[in-house]
C-alpha cells in the first residue's frame, strides 16, 4: 500500500503561482512513476503531468504546457507540480496518484493508489 498526502492548493488570482506537494509513504521502496490529475465540478478527471520513477522524464498535458512543471524527490518520497500564469479554467481538485512500475503512464486506470485531492481556485 502506498499513502498519498496532498498539500498547497488555495486561492489565487489569475496570473499568479501555486506549487502544490505530494508525500508519498507506506510501500515506497519499489520503483513507480507519478502523476497529477485533476478534476472540475461537473467533468471527468483529466491527466495533468506525470514524470518516471528516476525523475528524467516528464510529460504535460497540452493545455498546461509551458506553465506547469512537475518534479520529484526521491529522498523525500515527495512529489512537485509547480504552476504559474494560472487560469480560470485551471480550477479543480488536484490529485496525486502513484503507477506501480518504471515507465510512463498517461490513464486514470494506469494508476494505483491516489491522494485525496486539494482544491485550486483561480479568480478572474
Known amino acids: 500500500q502506498v499513502q498519498l498526502v496532498e498539500s498547497g492548493g488555495g486561492l489565487v488570482q489569475a496570473g499568479g503561482s501555486l506549487r502544490l506537494s505530494c508525500v508519498a509513504s507506506?510501500?515506497?521502496?519499489?520503483?513507480?512513476?507519478m502523476g497529477w490529475f485533476r478534476q472540475a465540478p461537473g467533468k471527468e478527471r483529466e491527466f495533468v503531468s506525470t514524470i518516471n520513477w528516476i525523475g528524467d522524464i516528464t510529460y504535460y498535458e497540452d493545455s498546461v504546457k509551458g506553465r506547469f512543471t512537475i518534479s520529484r524527490d526521491n529522498a523525500k518520497n515527495t512529489l512537485y507540480l509547480q504552476m504559474n500564469s494560472l487560469k480560470p479554467e485551471d480550477t479543480a481538485v488536484y490529485y496525486c496518484a502513484v503507477a506501480l512500475g518504471s515507465g510512463m503512464y498517461y490513464y486514470l486506470y494506469e494508476y494505483d493508489y491516489w491522494g485525496q485531492g486539494t482544491q485550486v481556485t483561480v479568480s478572474s
Open positions: 507506506g510501500r515506497t521502496s519499489i520503483n513507480y512513476a
